[in-house]
């Protein structure tokens, strides 16, 4: 696994072994910054579900001006910290050790908001829905901003979640991503 594209093209980034991760592949990443090529520069990003931290991570390789990594591992957020260390993209992260519920909370409750989310949940745990509620209900995704959501394309994702809309759907052999937009009114 490496980064793609930006200034830390090239890098290669470490992933923890038998712990149910499952990094975004070189393949997926590459078609999500292509979709998004336009909106990643000067971007606050946040990485739900962080994993080994490669969204964040090449969001920031590709000029995003900061990224909020959110884990509730204690391992995957020490990874995601020597991942950004190796690309030298440290200064522009902050690491959250939470669930995403709580996480979506504090960012809140802070006011801060994003442009882009990644999210890449665990496959069939009912949280993808759950956590876009809670990312509209908290207002902590800019209007005009993008939610990009990993999934299988065994789930069945909604429409619409409040005042964010899904865009477009792409697949990935057994693997799907999602594009949602906040309404410019929200």
Request: charged content about 25%; overall charge positive.
């Amino acid at each position: 696994m490496r980064v793609i594209g930006g200034k830390a093209k090239g890098y290669r980034l470490s992933s923890p072994k038998g712990l149910g991760v499952r990094p975004t592949s070189d393949r997926v990443r590459e078609a999500i910054f292509s979709s998004l090529q336009r909106n990643v520069p000067d971007a606050v990003v946040l990485d739900l579900f962080a994993g080994a931290g490669t969204l964040g991570i090449e969001a920031l390789s590709r000029y995003a001006l900061k990224a909020y990594f959110v884990d509730r591992s204690a391992v995957q957020i020490k990874l995601i910290k020597e991942n950004l260390e190796k690309t030298h993209l440290a200064h522009q992260a902050i690491l959250i050790c939470l669930d995403a519920e709580k996480a979506i909370r504090h960012l809140a409750g802070k006011g801060i908001q994003v442009g882009i989310v990644f999210m890449d949940p665990p496959y069939a745990a009912g949280l993808i829905v759950k956590t876009l509620e809670q990312i509209d209900a908290a207002g902590i995704l800019l209007p005009g901003g993008f939610a990009v959501v990993e999934f299988s394309i065994d789930e069945e994702l909604p429409k619409q979640i409040g005042g964010i809309h899904q865009t477009d759907v792409k697949r990935y052999g057994s693997t799907g991503i999602a594009y949602y937009r906040r309404t410019e009114e929200s």
